[in-house]
């Protein structure tokens, strides 16, 4: 059944909930304390299951009523395994979780449509027709497929009415829902990540600004061999409504169905796009999800949604090469100089340089070994949580690092690809493709040559 959204759900209330979720978790906390005084240890499992249980629970029900940040929260914690959480209940526990990635309102056709009305005026004569039942939904709009009189096929995005005010008041509720997740990231500096989180959602608001982000990638990326960004259709764009080339194919889940070699190749078309792009273009999507990538009719990976979208200073974009290129090197001297001139150790008297390179290591191991390895969702989710849950000699110093936002972008962006290359279970020595932009390597594979042969072509000039 179609639901509106509930702007009257106000932030007064939800951040009412998100207050009782902490006071609930205390109370679990010294519960579980009290619990594991008495009772054999299968009791004492059982409690601690039953606890993390429910505050999966709670999580979702106030995580998955809101449309903004702390929903972004939730959809990261759901890719994460972490040992908060008794390791028999984890299963279930991320399972749980998981629901907030695909948890989205229903709207009603008929005020959705009414948005696109009230937003093109006359221009809603271009199309021919507009089909009511929605291809996809998203947690600040839903998408339909049109026709336009000239016989264009077209995606049609609009945002939900008023969800513009209910995000704004979900993100002054962040910082309260940061307070319940501090011990589970905690080498995540919680200002870097409300700034970064905060940064992309009022991006994601103005769909005008994605329109402009969607077509400087669709020049750039015009007549790409593997990779399609769909056209905008510009005059049938507004800050609520976002008109694009309707992109036909298969899903990425469906991908993941197919054969070892079709599954590898789009592996490696993701992992350039979303993972490449940051040093060979210094600009990036930074949403890397299942719903934003499709395997084309003509062969292609069609990337989708560029609401949130990067650009990096050279600087940053220097600090990423020169330390990953040392770490590769074996050089924590040299890896720990660079972080610092990027302000990203600020506490040298607790951590060792060694400490550092091993801290890079755990985290990036997956692109920094020089062999051919198959990413399961096993790898991805380790290469995560040793990133933001480290549990080695390092991980009390670590705590005290901190990430700068688009650096923290770059390493989000980065765990969400490998995490759907886990999904994909694909295959490749991803430490000789990242060698083509990090050390200007010649590129091994038949795509590397191909997309080298067409930059050369492209960008001759």
Known sequence: MDTEPSPSTSALRRGGELGKVAAHTAIRRVRSRAATLGGSPDERRRRAENDALAAADELITVLGSMKGAAMKVGQFLSLLDLDMVPPSARPAFTQK????????????????????????????????????????????????????????????????????????SDLKNLAIALRLYKRLLPTVDPQSFVREVTGNIIAELDYEAEADNQRRLAVRYQGHPFIQIPDVIGNLCTPKVLTTELVSGISFDEVTGLDAETRDQVGEVIYRFYCGSIHTDAT????????????????????LDFGSSKTMSKRAVQLERSALIAARAGD????????????????????????????????????????????????????????????????????????????????????????MLGQLGASANWFRIESEWLTGAEPETELGQVDQWWRKRTFSD
């Not at 009414?114 to 093109?120: I, K, M, N, P, S």
């Not at 930074?286 to 292609?300: V, W």
């Not at 972080?339 to 951590?351: A, H, P, S, Y």
């Open 97 to 168: 979780l998981a629901i907030l990635r695909d948890n989205a309102p229903r709207v009603s056709s008929e005020t959705m449509l009414g948005v696109v009305r009230a937003e093109l005026g006359d221009r809603m004569s271009a199309f021919a027709e507009i089909n009511p039942e929605p291809i996809a939904a998203a947690s600040i709009g839903q998408v339909y497929r049109a026709r336009l009189t000239d016989g264009r096929d077209v995606a049609v995005k609009v945002q939900y009415p008023g969800i513009d005010r209910v995000v704004r």
């Open 284 to 303: 990036f999507c930074g949403d890397p999800h299942p719903g934003n990538i499709m395997l084309a009719d003509d062969g292609r990976v069609a990337f």
């Open 332 to 419: 924590a001297t040299k890896v720990a100089q660079i972080l610092r001139r990027g302000d990203i150790l600020i506490d040298e008297d607790n951590i060792t340089d060694a400490d550092v390179l091993a801290y890079v290591h755990d985290s990036t191991w997956w692109h920094m070994d020089d062999t051919t390895l198959t990413i399961t969702p096993e790898i991805a989710n380790a290469a995560m949580v040793a990133a933001v849950h480290p549990a080695h000699e390092y991980a009390e110093p670590s705590r005290r690092q901190r990430f700068p936002e688009e650096h923290l972008m770059a390493r989000r962006v980065e765990f969400y690809t490998c995490a």
